[in-house]
């Protein structure tokens, strides 16, 4: 049952810096893990970032420290903040939601993709 919907996605100089930023219809106490996967033409989706319930994250290698994830449980977004963006990160992002329980992935849920294009 829970929503998302992205937004932040634009065209940015190489160099740049743009924040996106993710809203999810259901409480945030009820969602284990929210997290950004982002996808190119011709490749396969890949992690972004995630943020969990006890507000650890983790990061994709390529971030470099770049990135950096957050959330507020109040409004029950989740945003992504992407600095020295280069052409390589050009692709539509997702924001995604996962409902755990016992180790087991209750549902999982993406929004739309918002798309974010580095020019050089």
């Known amino acids: 049952q829970v929503q998302l919907v992205e937004s932040g996605g634009g065209l940015v100089q190489s160099g740049g810096s743009l924040r996106l930023s993710c809203a999810a219809s259901e409480t945030s106490s009820s969602i284990d893990v929210m997290g950004w996967y982002r996808q190119a033409p011709g490749k396969q989706r890949e992690l972004v970032a995630r943020?969990?319930?006890?507000?650890?994250?983790n990061y994709a290698d390529f971030v470099k420290g770049r990135f950096t994830i957050s959330k507020d449980n109040a409004k029950n977004t989740v945003s992504l903040q992407m600095n020295s963006l280069g052409p390589e990160d050009t692709a539509v992002y997702y924001c995604y939601a996962e409902v755990v329980a016992g180790g087991n992935i209750l549902g999982a849920y993406w929004g739309q993709g918002t798309q974010v294009t580095v020019s050089s």
């Open positions: 943020i969990f319930s006890n507000n650890s994250k």
